[in-house]
């Protein structure tokens, strides 16, 4: 009864979009590991990792429109529940590395012996084994997103001041995990990963189960917030987002729709950072920066506010921009990023989707008028 739910809680074009990222993220890796090198269908390692890191950016572009785009709140700190989820996840890959470390200490990661560290933090228990670090992954950062929603939703924050004070919340972790004596490695990070669940973070196979489970959390999430949006409940957090004042008046407990939204988005967010740590081999506080968040609504910008498929859409497009530019003009991708947010503003005000059903609305303006 609950998959009937949310697959018929989707429209046909979002099914067949879930279809397209799960055949993507089985013939990718498949490409990978059964092709030889020298055959023409072979995928290099390499466009393996991006495909991966690609996919989990998409993820975290979902969680931020699904909070901006049908509940109207434009979270600018979303990247804090993106590093969260990274950082329990590298620190069960240090809890990991165990002797093989530069140090031999069988407890403590090489960070915390080089910094004299005589015991393991009393946060670091419980990390040495999978399923305690996938929940961490999940509840820290529902937990920070459950208290900062309950305490802004029932003081009635909103608009700009909202925005701001998530943009304060990453950027105050990003001053807290710099700091050597917060046990999370300072500004080094959390690195050097060995194996996870007993397998090398660096062959090949894993990185193809890895990006084939950053696809299927992706396909995951799409069916989920299909099914959120399309309910009942989809509909009043749309009024929500349109009408809060009406709501109110009406007896709807406003809060509640936007503490439930935001917690659910927040988790999303964390377990995408989960999955992209073990692919890129590290995790510091700059993914706590605050123009990572920016740049996450810039993805749901480009691609469609309020439309689900948009914002993965945008997300490969801005990565593979930046890929691109900052392999050969490394100093004009910022330009060319500030440019993209002038051209979307102006131009784009409902990003590529709702570009493509504006130009369908308009000849079937055009042909009403012919007839």
Same mark, same amino acid.
């Given at each position: 009864?609950?998959?009937?739910?949310?697959?018929?809680?989707? /429209?046909?074009?979002?099914?067949?979009?879930?279809?397209?990222? %799960?055949?993507?993220?089985?013939?990718?890796?498949?490409?990978?590991?059964?092709?030889?090198?020298?055959?023409?269908?072979?995928?290099?390692?390499?466009?393996?990792?991006?495909?991966?890191?690609? %996919?989990?950016?998409?993820?975290?572009?979902?969680?931020?429109?699904?909070?901006?785009?049908?509940?109207?709140?434009?979270?600018?700190?979303?990247?804090?529940?993106?590093? %969260?989820?990274?950082?329990?996840? &590298?620190?069960?890959?240090?809890?990991?590395?165990?002797?093989?470390?530069? $140090? #031999?200490?069988?407890?403590?990661?090489?960070?915390?012996?080089?910094?004299?560290?005589?015991?393991?933090?009393? *946060?670091?228990?419980? *990390?040495?084994?999978?399923?305690?670090?996938?929940?961490?992954?999940?509840?820290?950062?529902?937990?920070?997103?459950? +208290?900062?929603?309950?305490?802004?939703?029932?003081?009635?924050?909103? /608009?700009?001041? %909202?925005?701001?004070?998530?943009?304060?919340?990453?950027?105050?972790?990003?001053?807290? *995990?710099?700091?050597?004596?917060?046990?999370?490695?300072?500004?080094?990070?959390?690195?050097?990963?060995?194996?996870?669940? &007993?397998?090398?973070?660096?062959?090949?196979?894993?990185?193809?189960?890895?990006?084939?489970?950053?696809?299927?959390?992706?396909?995951?999430?799409?069916?989920?917030?299909?099914?959120?949006?399309?309910?009942?409940?989809?509909?009043?957090?749309?009024?929500?987002?349109?009408?809060?004042?009406?709501?109110? *008046?009406?007896? $709807?407990?406003?809060?509640?729709?936007?503490?439930?939204?935001?917690?659910?988005?927040?988790?999303? !967010? #964390?377990?995408?950072? +989960?999955?992209?740590?073990?692919?890129?081999?590290?995790?510091?506080?700059?993914?706590?920066?605050? #123009?990572?968040?920016?740049?996450?609504?810039?993805?749901?910008?480009?691609?469609?506010? &309020?439309?689900?498929?948009?914002?993965?859409?945008?997300?490969?497009?801005?990565?593979?921009?930046?890929?691109?530019?900052?392999?050969?003009?490394?100093?004009?991708?910022?330009?060319?990023?500030?440019?993209?947010?002038?051209?979307?503003?102006?131009?784009?005000?409902?990003?590529?989707?709702?570009?493509?059903?504006?130009?369908?609305?308009?000849?079937?303006?055009?042909? !009403?008028?012919? !007839?």
């Amino acid at each position: 009864m609950m998959t009937r739910f949310l697959w018929t809680g989707m /429209g046909r074009n979002l099914r067949l979009f879930v279809l397209l990222v %799960l055949t993507v993220g089985i013939a990718v890796p498949l490409l990978n590991v059964l092709m030889p090198q020298g055959s023409p269908l072979y995928v290099p390692s390499y466009v393996l990792q991006l495909m991966g890191k690609y %996919l989990c950016y998409a993820s975290l572009a979902l969680a931020v429109d699904l909070v901006w785009g049908f509940c109207g709140i434009l979270s600018l700190g979303h990247a804090a529940f993106f590093g %969260l989820g990274g950082y329990c996840m &590298g620190m069960y890959l240090m809890r990991q590395i165990g002797t093989r470390g530069v $140090y #031999g200490n069988p407890v403590l990661p090489d960070f915390m012996v080089f910094l004299n560290y005589k015991e393991l933090p009393w *946060f670091w228990y419980g *990390f040495d084994q999978f399923w305690f670090a996938a929940a961490m992954v999940v509840l820290v950062p529902s937990l920070l997103a459950l +208290a900062l929603g309950w305490f802004a939703f029932r003081s009635r924050v909103t /608009g700009v001041y %909202l925005s701001i004070i998530t943009q304060a919340m990453t950027f105050a972790l990003l001053l807290a *995990f710099f700091r050597n004596d917060m046990g999370f490695g300072g500004n080094n990070g959390l690195t050097d990963f060995k194996d996870i669940l &007993g397998y090398s973070v660096q062959a090949d196979a894993t990185r193809a189960v890895l990006c084939f489970a950053s696809a299927l959390a992706l396909a995951l999430f799409l069916v989920i917030s299909g099914a959120v949006v399309g309910s009942r409940f989809g509909k009043a957090l749309t009024a929500v987002r349109d009408a809060e004042s009406r709501m109110r *008046f009406l007896g $709807y407990r406003v809060e509640g729709f936007k503490l439930f939204v935001f917690v659910l988005s927040a988790a999303m !967010a #964390g377990i995408a950072g +989960a999955l992209y740590v073990p692919q890129v081999g590290i995790i510091n506080p700059s993914e706590f920066a605050p #123009g990572n968040s920016i740049e996450a609504v810039l993805w749901v910008a480009v691609g469609g506010r &309020g439309t689900l498929v948009g914002p993965v859409i945008g997300a490969f497009l801005v990565n593979f921009a930046k890929t691109w530019l900052t392999g050969a003009l490394p100093e004009v991708w910022l330009f060319a990023l500030g440019a993209l947010f002038i051209v979307v503003t102006l131009l784009l005000p409902k990003g590529i989707v709702g570009l493509w059903a504006q130009i369908k609305s308009r000849n079937l303006a055009r042909k !009403a008028v012919s !007839a």
